[in-house]
């Protein structure tokens, strides 16, 4: 006799179990729950409109490969362009393989890719910038580096494609651990830019995060039953930032008190709706007086973090 | 006595057999005693998922795949 657990719905054999909805799902349902997720937290906050030219940020990871596999899958309902671009960081044995898989899978949906590297942006790979801010001493991680200067590119990227968004593979997990970090640093200006409805700087794509409502966990599990290849491999730096300790922590929660991470976040977004009706909560970038980018301060983040680089 | 294989894919591979003196054993049973936190890793068995609730027949083999980092 079959002694495997049964699909809440329709009784079939369970594939996952959904502790914060207290269901299992099958192979089946678990795709049709996945996917009703996504379209209603793109449809609910009015992510693609008819025309719209959205470039991918495609690192060839699960949640950025997963976006760009849903939204061609979208152009069928909503008539747009769609094209992906990959930031090669120059992290070597880690970047090189995964934009195998970036090139592979844009290959397999037919769509037009672009990549350009930290090298050509800001003339260091992220290797080369590890390297001198250890015998400089620098007390930031790479993740900081690495943070800045992808977004950075990304933006410059997107914008002379003429995209008029950026679609990026942001996950439940990670924006409530954003939340969290924001919190801990007393951040809120970041934490206010993180779901900004409104555009901040005429020379600013505006981000659309389709995976910010689907824990990661999922996302993999939906990319493996459905055969969608992707690189697996950890960043050689990760386990340097912040972000790491904060992960393990919301985790070891989640685990306890199913549901909290959700919790955690759409409480966190309506904080934030409710400081964005305060007017000194809202804001404009100005641009940096170096080199012309976005930026909230007279100097920007690229051009403080160059300098330190460049001693 | 239960003898399982897990198959621990976590940037590498790494392989153990495990035997539990029980007469019964689940995947979550298996993640408590490696310490693994069921929010950072699916499981395979056969190359299908599967429960952290799933019973384990003695020789079976599964595979723990860590798929969020940190855990």
Redesign the interface.
């Known amino acids: 006799m079959d002694k495997s657990p049964k699909c809440s719905r329709c009784g079939k054999k369970a594939i996952i179990d959904i502790r914060y909805r207290e269901e299992k799902l099958c192979r089946r349902c678990f795709l049709k729950f996945f996917e009703k997720r996504v379209h209603r937290n793109i449809e609910k906050n009015k992510m693609i409109k008819p025309g719209d030219r959205v470039a991918v940020a495609l690192s060839g990871g699960k949640d950025s490969t997963l976006t760009l596999y849903i939204l061609k899958e979208m152009l069928n309902k909503v008539k747009c362009e769609l094209f992906a671009v990959t930031v090669d960081e120059g992290i070597k044995g880690y970047r090189d393989k995964a934009i195998e898989f970036a090139k592979r899978n844009t290959k397999e949906l037919d769509l037009t890719h672009i990549i350009v590297s930290f090298k050509e942006i800001f003339g260091y790979t992220l290797n080369e910038i590890v390297e001198k801010n250890k015998v400089l001493r620098g007390a930031r991680g790479p993740c900081t580096f690495c943070g800045v200067f992808r977004r950075r590119a990304l933006n410059i990227l997107s914008r002379e494609l003429k995209a008029s968004k950026v679609a990026t593979g942001h996950n439940l997990d990670d924006e409530s651990q954003t939340y969290l970090m924001n919190f801990f640093r007393g951040d809120i200006e970041s934490s206010l830019k993180m779901n900004c409805d409104e555009s901040i700087s005429e020379l600013f794509v505006k981000r659309i995060k389709p995976l910010s409502t689907t824990p990661e966990r999922e996302i993999a599990a939906y990319a493996l039953v459905k055969g969608i290849p992707f690189h697996m491999d950890e960043c050689p730096y990760a386990q340097e930032g912040m972000r790491n300790v904060v992960r393990v922590h919301m985790n070891k929660i989640e685990s306890t008190f199913a549901g909290s991470r959700e919790n955690f976040y759409y409480f966190m977004n309506e904080i934030i709706k409710h400081l964005k009706t305060k007017e000194k909560m809202k804001f404009k970038l100005s641009s940096c007086i170096l080199c012309g980018e976005p930026s909230s301060k007279e100097i920007c983040k690229v051009c403080e973090l160059l300098k330190i680089i460049r001693g | 006595m239960l003898k399982i294989k897990v198959k621990l ?1 976590d ?1 590498k591979i790494s392989k153990k057999e495990m035997v539990l003196n029980k007469k019964e054993v689940t995947v979550q049973d298996i993640l408590d005693i490696l310490e693994i ?6 499981i ?1 068995k056969k190359n ?8 384990l027949d003695n020789g079976d083999e599964i595979e723990i ?1 860590r ?5």
């Open positions: 894919v940037g936190n069921r929010e950072t890793v699916l395979r299908e998922l599967i429960t952290e609730e799933e019973i795949l798929v969020i980092s940190g855990g």
